[in-house]
C-alpha cells in the first residue's frame, strides 16, 4: 500500500469506530481480517495513524474546525506528527486510493487556525466533564499535563536482578538501541515509532530466560517506593498479572516470603508463568476459591501489603488513547468504591510498624489523595508516611525525583509531563497504634 492508501484506510476505519461505537483495537482486528492482502507493516502504519487520530482526537477538530474522520486526520498529522501544507497535498492528491486533494478550506485552517483560544479540554485531548477533576490537582497546568498524558509511550524494560543486572541486558539490547531509564536502576527505554510496530521483545534471549520484562518505569517506580525488603512478609493483595509481584520479589532478593492474589483468578493467570521465568522462588499465589478468604489465615503479620489498587487508569491514557473518549462518570464512582475496599481489606493484614503502599495509575485527585486522607480519618492507627521520607530508597536520585514529581502531603504522583512517566500516585501509610 502506498503512504497515501494508507492515510485512505485510517480515515475508513476512524468513520468505522465512530459510527459503529467500536474499540480501536477491535475496529482494527476486522479491518486487519477484511483486508488480507494488507501486509504488517501496512497494518503497523494504519495502526499508528489511527491510534494517534484517538491521541489527538478532539484538538485536530477544533484545528480544521471540522469533526469528520478525514478532518481529524489532516488535524491530527499537523499537530501530532508535525506534517506541512505541501507534504500533505502531495499524498492527498485524489489518485487511486488516496484521499480526494486539500480543500480550501481545509488549506485555510492549516494555515490560520491554531490552538490558542482552545479550552483546556480540547488543548489537552480529553472528555469535558474530566475538566474539573484535573484542575482540582493541576490547575492551569492541566492542559500541559494533558498534552504529555496523550503522547506516544515509550517501551519501558525493568531488568530482573534476580538473574542479571543493568549493563548485561543493556549490550545483550543494543540493536534495540535501548537506553538506561531515568529514574530507576534497573529500568532500560526503547523509544516506539509512529507505525505502532512493537520491537519484538518477547523474542529476545533475555525476556525468554526472566532477564528482562517489559514495566513502565513509574510502575517501577511505585514498587521502589513501597522499600519492600529482603526477609519481609509481604502480600500484594492486588496482584493480577504480576507487574509489581515480579518487582517486588527481585527487591527481596529471594528472601521472606511474599504472598501475591488479587479477588479476581482471571487476572491472576498469567502470574505463574512470569514467576517462574524470573526466577522467583519465594512467591505464594493464592487464588481464591468462591467465598473463602485465600488470606484467612494471615492476621497482623505482614511488614508490607502492596495495595496496586483498581483505577481509572487515567495515568496510562498515553498507552491507550481509545480509553479515555470511553470513559465516563460513573467508573469513577465505581473504582471509589472499589479502593475504599481494598484498604479495608489491607488493615487486619498489617502488623504494628508495618505498613500499606496504596497505588493507583490515576491522577485523579478522588482516587488518590482524598482517599487516603478518608482513610486515615476512619483508621487514626494508620498514618502517612512523609513522602520525603518514602523517596529516600531512590538514593542520589531522590533530590531530583522530588523536583520532578508532584507532592501532596499524602504522597507522590508521577505524571508523563514531569516524571516522563506513566501517572502512578503513592502513599505510604504505617500503622501506628
Ligand atoms: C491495577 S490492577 C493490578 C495490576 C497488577 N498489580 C500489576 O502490576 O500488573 C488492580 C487489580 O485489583 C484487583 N481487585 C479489584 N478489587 C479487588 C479487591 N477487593 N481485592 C483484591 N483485588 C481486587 C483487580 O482484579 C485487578 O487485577
Same mark, same amino acid.
Given at each position: 500500500?502506498?503512504?497515501?492508501?494508507?492515510?485512505?484506510?485510517?480515515?475508513?476505519?476512524?468513520?468505522?469506530?465512530?459510527?459503529?461505537?467500536?474499540? /480501536?483495537?477491535?475496529?482494527?482486528?476486522?479491518?486487519?481480517?477484511?483486508?488480507?492482502?494488507?501486509?504488517?507493516?501496512?497494518? /503497523?502504519?494504519?495502526?499508528? @495513524?489511527?491510534?494517534?487520530?484517538?491521541?489527538? +482526537?478532539?484538538?485536530?477538530?477544533?484545528?480544521?474546525?471540522?469533526?469528520? $474522520?478525514?478532518?481529524?486526520?489532516?488535524?491530527?498529522?499537523?499537530?501530532?506528527?508535525?506534517?506541512?501544507?505541501?507534504?500533505?497535498? /502531495?499524498?492527498?492528491?485524489?489518485?487511486?486510493?488516496?484521499?480526494?486533494?486539500?480543500?480550501? =478550506?481545509?488549506?485555510?485552517?492549516?494555515?490560520?487556525?491554531?490552538?490558542?483560544?482552545?479550552?483546556?479540554?480540547? /488543548?489537552?485531548? +480529553?472528555?469535558?466533564?474530566?475538566?474539573?477533576?484535573?484542575?482540582?490537582?493541576?490547575?492551569?497546568?492541566?492542559?500541559?499535563?494533558?498534552?504529555?498524558?496523550?503522547?506516544?509511550?515509550?517501551?519501558?524494560?525493568?531488568?530482573?536482578?534476580? *538473574?542479571?543486572?543493568?549493563?548485561?541486558?543493556? *549490550?545483550?539490547?543494543?540493536?534495540?538501541?535501548?537506553? &538506561?531509564?531515568?529514574?530507576?536502576?534497573?529500568?532500560?527505554?526503547? $523509544?516506539?515509532?509512529?507505525?505502532?510496530?512493537?520491537?519484538?521483545?518477547?523474542?529476545?534471549?533475555?525476556?525468554?530466560?526472566?532477564?528482562?520484562?517489559?514495566?513502565?518505569?513509574?510502575?517501577?517506580?511505585?514498587?521502589?517506593?513501597?522499600?519492600? *525488603?529482603?526477609?519481609?512478609?509481604?502480600?500484594?493483595?492486588?496482584?493480577?498479572?504480576?507487574?509489581?509481584?515480579? $518487582?517486588?520479589?527481585?527487591?527481596?532478593?529471594?528472601?521472606?516470603?511474599?504472598? =501475591?492474589?488479587?479477588?479476581?483468578?482471571?487476572?491472576?493467570? &498469567?502470574?505463574?508463568?512470569?514467576?517462574?521465568?524470573?526466577?522467583?522462588?519465594?512467591?505464594?499465589?493464592?487464588?481464591? *476459591?468462591?467465598?473463602?478468604?485465600?488470606?484467612?489465615?494471615?492476621?497482623?503479620?505482614?511488614?508490607?501489603?502492596? @495495595?496496586?489498587?483498581?483505577?481509572?487508569?487515567?495515568?496510562?491514557?498515553?498507552?491507550?488513547?481509545?480509553?479515555?473518549?470511553?470513559?465516563?462518570?460513573?467508573?469513577?464512582?465505581?473504582?471509589?468504591?472499589?479502593?475504599?475496599?481494598?484498604?479495608?481489606?489491607?488493615?487486619?493484614?498489617?502488623?504494628?510498624?508495618?505498613?500499606?503502599? +496504596?497505588?493507583?495509575?490515576?491522577?485523579?485527585?478522588?482516587?488518590?489523595?482524598?482517599?487516603?486522607? $478518608?482513610?486515615?480519618?476512619?483508621?487514626?492507627?494508620?498514618?502517612?508516611? &512523609? &513522602?520525603?521520607?518514602?523517596?529516600?530508597?531512590?538514593?542520589?536520585?531522590?533530590?531530583?525525583?522530588?523536583?520532578?514529581?508532584?507532592?501532596?502531603?499524602?504522597?507522590?504522583?508521577?505524571?508523563?509531563?514531569?516524571?516522563?512517566?506513566?501517572?502512578?500516585?503513592?502513599?505510604?501509610?504505617?500503622?501506628?497504634?
Amino acid at each position: 500500500m502506498t503512504p497515501a492508501a494508507r492515510l485512505s484506510a485510517a480515515i475508513e476505519l476512524i468513520d468505522t469506530i465512530e459510527k459503529d461505537r467500536v474499540p /480501536a483495537a477491535k475496529a482494527l482486528k476486522e479491518w486487519g481480517t477484511a483486508h488480507r492482502y494488507a501486509g504488517s507493516g501496512d497494518r /503497523a502504519a494504519i495502526a499508528g @495513524l489511527v491510534w494517534d487520530v484517538l491521541r489527538r +482526537y478532539a484538538s485536530s477538530a477544533f484545528l480544521m474546525d471540522s469533526d469528520t $474522520a478525514r478532518a481529524r486526520l489532516i488535524g491530527m498529522l499537523r499537530l501530532e506528527r508535525s506534517m506541512d501544507t505541501a507534504t500533505m497535498a /502531495a499524498m492527498f492528491d485524489g489518485s487511486r486510493f488516496a484521499p480526494e486533494p486539500l480543500t480550501e =478550506a481545509e488549506e485555510a485552517a492549516l494555515s490560520h487556525r491554531s490552538l490558542k483560544d482552545a479550552p483546556a479540554a480540547i /488543548a489537552g485531548d +480529553y472528555p469535558e466533564w474530566l475538566d474539573s477533576h484535573l484542575a482540582k490537582v493541576f490547575g492551569e497546568d492541566r492542559a500541559a499535563e494533558a498534552i504529555a498524558m496523550a503522547s506516544r509511550a515509550p517501551l519501558d524494560l525493568r531488568v530482573n536482578t534476580l *538473574k542479571s543486572n543493568r549493563d548485561k541486558v543493556l *549490550k545483550a539490547l543494543a540493536h534495540l538501541h535501548a537506553k &538506561p531509564t531515568p529514574w530507576s536502576p534497573n529500568g532500560l527505554r526503547i $523509544a516506539l515509532s509512529a507505525d505502532a510496530r512493537n520491537p519484538g521483545i518477547q523474542a529476545e534471549e533475555d525476556f525468554i530466560k526472566g532477564a528482562v520484562e517489559v514495566q513502565d518505569e513509574g510502575s517501577q517506580l511505585a514498587a521502589l517506593l513501597t522499600a519492600a *525488603k529482603p526477609g519481609e512478609q509481604v502480600i500484594d493483595l492486588c496482584a493480577g498479572a504480576g507487574g509489581k509481584t515480579l $518487582a517486588l520479589a527481585a527487591m527481596m532478593q529471594g528472601k521472606g516470603r511474599l504472598i =501475591a492474589t488479587d479477588s479476581d483468578k482471571r487476572q491472576l493467570v &498469567p502470574i505463574h508463568e512470569r514467576l517462574s521465568r524470573a526466577g522467583v522462588h519465594n512467591a505464594d499465589v493464592r487464588t481464591p *476459591k468462591g467465598d473463602t478468604d485465600p488470606l484467612a489465615d494471615i492476621s497482623a503479620t505482614a511488614d508490607l501489603v502492596v @495495595l496496586d489498587a483498581p483505577c481509572t487508569g487515567t495515568g496510562t491514557w498515553r498507552r491507550n488513547p481509545d480509553a479515555k473518549w470511553r470513559m465516563r462518570p460513573g467508573a469513577l464512582e465505581i473504582r471509589l468504591k472499589d479502593q475504599a475496599e481494598v484498604l479495608e481489606r489491607a488493615v487486619p493484614l498489617v502488623k504494628a510498624g508495618g505498613r500499606i503502599a +496504596y497505588i493507583t495509575c490515576s491522577v485523579l485527585p478522588e482516587e488518590n489523595g482524598e482517599q487516603v486522607r $478518608a482513610f486515615v480519618a476512619k483508621h487514626p492507627e494508620f498514618a502517612v508516611v &512523609p &513522602p520525603e521520607q518514602t523517596a529516600s530508597v531512590l538514593w542520589d536520585k531522590a533530590d531530583e525525583f522530588a523536583e520532578a514529581a508532584m507532592q501532596s502531603p499524602e504522597g507522590w504522583l508521577m505524571t508523563p509531563r514531569r516524571t516522563g512517566t506513566d501517572g502512578f500516585f503513592v502513599s505510604i501509610l504505617r500503622r501506628v497504634g
